[in-house]
């Protein structure tokens, strides 16, 4: 008997991953949303956001496969229970997450965006330097993404401190869990990276006072959401000095509104949510083994707790 598989999604990625599916999973019927005759046939969609009215119109459904690591995308509560949601653990998106962690912590670490404000003045200006072993990196949200990035922080000397929901062990990393901990890892993190799924639990989390515990002079770095960040508040505690540097790469509203002052902030980076990017090929990959997984009736990797929220 044949799978039916329905992809909603550009059709660069649709083309790759049709081309990988064929040679490995012989028995699956490749669908491209919106071109799909038989709408009872479907028992596995691939896309980022869904189509309207999916639960009514694809009435066979079992798996949901979200594009990308996050699933805030998607209405959660909506999902019907039956239907398993599984999101995406690409080593490419990792591997991105890991390179643009790494290269802002050592931007900030190296004053590279003070630098580039002397550049304006041609002010020839030697900062002082700190070794790496001397400089605290805390991550918020010990997951996937947050262990691979702590990783490589690791390898370049950086003290690093993680935080999560749960208690964690993780060589090398000092770690924090739970509420009752937050104020204590802040205190400790001169770098601060969000990395955090977006949850009522962690939207709105870093306001004024929740950041105003991060020692003076620190920096952030959000690539979780940017519902989870107060701009205007992170904006006040820079300009009042306690805070350095930001790189903000996710916002509550994307496109970020071309009149919004985080552009023109001279202590902060914008950049339009790439900080990890789907990687066809890689991702292909995962799919194919989480599909052979379904057929086989074995667990799928990536499954969401959807009373968690992520
Ligand atoms: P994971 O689910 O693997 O990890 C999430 C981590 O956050 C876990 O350690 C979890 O704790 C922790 N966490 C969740 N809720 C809380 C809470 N209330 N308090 C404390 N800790 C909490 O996710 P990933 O690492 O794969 O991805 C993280 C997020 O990164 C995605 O959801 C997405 O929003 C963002 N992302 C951004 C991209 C970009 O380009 N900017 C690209 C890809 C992802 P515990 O371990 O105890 O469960
Ligand atoms: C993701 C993202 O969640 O791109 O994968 O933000």
Known sequence: ?????????????????QGLFTDSLPNVVWHHWPQVDNKEAIEIMIAWKLPRDYQQDYPNLK?????GAGVDQLDLATVPSHINLVRMLDPGIAQGM?????????????????YINLNKTATWSQLPTLATKQRRVGILGLGN????A?????????RVNGWSRSPKQVDGVKCFSGDAQLTDFLAQSDILVC?????DQTRGLLNYSVLSH????????NVGRGEQLIAEDLVALIDSHHLNYAVLDVFDVEPLADNHILWQHPKVLVT?????????????QVLVENIQRYLNDEPMVGKVDKTLGY
């Open 195 to 199: 990395l955090l799924p977006l949850t």
């Open 98 to 114: 890991s390179e643009f962690i790494a290269m802002h912590v050592l931007n900030i670490h190296r004053d590279t965006f003070s």
């Open 272 to 284: 339009p949510h790439i900080a990890a990017i789907t990687q066809n090929e890689s991702a292909g």
């Open 150 to 158: 702590a990783q490589t922080l690791l390898n370049l000397g950086f």
């Open 145 to 148: 993404l947050g262990q691979a």
């Open 63 to 67: 798996v949901i496969f979200s594009v």
């Open 1 to 17: 008997m044949k799978t039916h598989i329905l992809y909603r999604g550009p059709q660069e990625r649709g083309d790759c991953w």
């Open 214 to 221: 991060l020692p003076k002079g620190a920096s952030v770095i």
